[in-house]
């Protein structure tokens, strides 16, 4: 799935770094490989972290980062990574907005962002917090005297364009001298919530939700506002799950769907309404799901699943794009005809049968499985 997180790119190393093939090296990149690729929110992640030094990039070098063609991997390319996501259509109802300074806050939006299938943006200062500037003991530090001033707005860096589109908006952030820090202000103030359900949630060593609460509520007209949580830093994804399966949200109206990564491609595929692929949901809702499928019959790839899901066997055609359940624990995808007692599991969307066979490939191809809601 796309999620629209805008990141903001600092320090020389970002404006002077050329890295190709995952390495810093002399060797060119095919600036071509980035053609027709759509990116992801981990896309971006990944290579601002490498940009930044936070990792080695091992597992970039296979990428096609290169996207304004000058054969090497720099903070241009960046630029237009986050661009295409910035114009990207939302591809949920709901969105996950975090501001994080430490790290904290993070963890936990992850762990949301995972569970939902959810869009998600980073609220990043266009001043970033340095440590000091948060030193809890300063009374003169910066994040001190912001939360002294109430009108103070902190500016955002590469603001969202619009949430128009999303119903939902998790709001997330640390508790700064017992309250929400006033960059959150700043995002409320930009946006129209008159018709969103806002739900805050927190992260902290010791202080509560509760004040940051009533400043939001108190700040902009909201549609709905939902009881919000306060995490520990050492809160689990269980923790996370538990709150949001406890939120009074219209959860069975939404619409599941699967996705198919493919290497670089993601395919969509509706669900089909039977206790099968209710169990197949099921099984990806707490994480993605890597299959090995090969080639059987000149029709379809077929990867065996970790465990059996009922059965709901018909004798049926199938057609190229469908998601087949044979024998309780053999997933299939079908590129052609065939016509067996099997269970449906769900049809691939737009795409024809020759993408989809090149996509697929020869031989053994490996997928990998998870849930979003539309």
């Not at 969202?160 to 908006?169: A, K, P, Q």
Request: aromatic share 8%; net charge negative; with cysteine.
């Amino acid at each position: 799935m796309k999620k629209l997180i805008p990141l903001l790119v600092t320090g020389m190393v970002l404006l002077t770094a050329c890295i190709t093939g995952g390495k810093k090296s002399a060797v060119q990149v095919d600036s071509q490989a980035a053609v027709s690729v759509r990116y992801t929110a981990e896309d971006v992640r990944k290579l601002k972290q490498y940009l930044s030094a936070e990792t080695d990039g091992e597992e970039l070098k296979e990428q096609p980062y290169d996207l304004n063609g000058d054969s090497c991997w720099n903070a241009a390319d960046l630029t237009v990574m986050k661009r295409e996501l910035l114009e990207a259509e939302p591809q949920s109802s709901t969105i996950v907005v975090y501001f994080s300074r430490t790290g904290n806050t993070e963890k936990i939006a992850h762990d949301l962002i995972d569970l939902t299938g959810a869009d998600s943006y980073v609220i990043e200062a266009a001043v970033p917090y340095t440590d000091e500037d948060i030193a809890y003991n300063n009374s003169s530090c910066r994040a001190n005297q912001e939360q002294n001033d109430k009108t103070v707005r902190p500016e955002i860096a590469d603001p969202i364009e619009s949430l128009d589109g999303y119903d939902t908006v998790f709001l997330g952030y640390p508790i700064w001298w017992g309250q929400e820090p006033r960059i959150i202000d700043t995002f409320l103030e930009r946006y129209d919530f008159s018709d969103k359900t806002v739900i805050p949630f927190c992260t902290s060593a010791s202080s509560g939700i509760s004040v940051s609460e009533k400043n939001i509520a108190a700040l902009v007209p909201i549609g709905e506002q939902l009881t919000g949580r306060r995490f520990a830093a050492s809160a689990s994804r269980d923790d996370v799950k538990a709150w949001y399966d406890s939120l009074p949200l219209k959860k069975e109206d939404a619409e599941m769907q699967l996705q198919i990564k493919i290497g670089d491609d993601v395919l969509t595929a509706s669900l089909a309404e039977n206790t099968s692929a209710q169990a197949l949901a099921d099984l990806l809702k707490d994480g993605s799901l890597t299959l090995e499928l090969h080639d059987y019959g000149s029709f379809e790839k077929v990867g065996t699943l970790p465990e059996t899901l009922p059965r709901n066997d018909e004798q049926i055609q199938t057609d190229f794009g469908d998601l087949i359940l044979y024998q309780g624990n053999q997933f299939s995808i079908y590129y052609d005809k065939n016509a067996w007692s099997l269970t449906k599991l769900g049809h691939i969307e737009n795409v024809t049968q020759e993408q989809l066979k090149s996509m697929l490939g020869d031989g053994n191809v490996t997928v990998e499985l998870s849930v979003k809601m539309k």
